[in-house]
């Protein structure tokens, strides 16, 4: 079966950098689009990033130009590089399948 296994998440200062990893297993990796997605408490889960079978990216326009996303098909993983971290990007970040299947989470916190 699909799984979806995130790590990386924790606590950082506004401005510091954070990376999560995500492993996948269960499904032909490189067929299928990747996603990071975000939920803050009280709010509905959002888009983050999204990676293409063929390697096109895309962001949510927060997150532009601080947040890199990445693929590697052989080691069956999708990374997010995340740098000049804020206060309002605390939340859990979750790993998806082509918004099918989704991992349990991670929690990231940025304050001081």
């Known amino acids: 079966q699909v799984q979806l296994v995130e790590s990386g998440g924790g606590l950082v200062q506004p401005g510091g950098s954070l990376r999560l990893s995500c492993a996948a297993s269960g499904f032909i990796f490189r067929s299928y689009s990747m996603g990071w997605y975000r939920q803050a408490p009280g709010k509905q889960r959002e888009l983050v990033a999204i990676?293409?079978?063929?390697?096109?990216?895309n962001y949510a326009e927060p997150v532009k130009g601080r947040f890199t996303i990445s693929r590697d098909n052989a080691k069956k993983t999708v990374d997010l590089q995340m740098n000049s971290l804020k206060p309002e990007d605390t939340a859990v970040y979750y790993c998806?399948?082509?918004?099918?299947?989704w991992g349990q989470g991670t929690q990231v916190t940025v304050s001081s």
């Open positions: 998806s399948q082509a918004g099918v299947h």
């Open positions: 990676i293409s079978s063929g390697g096109t990216k």
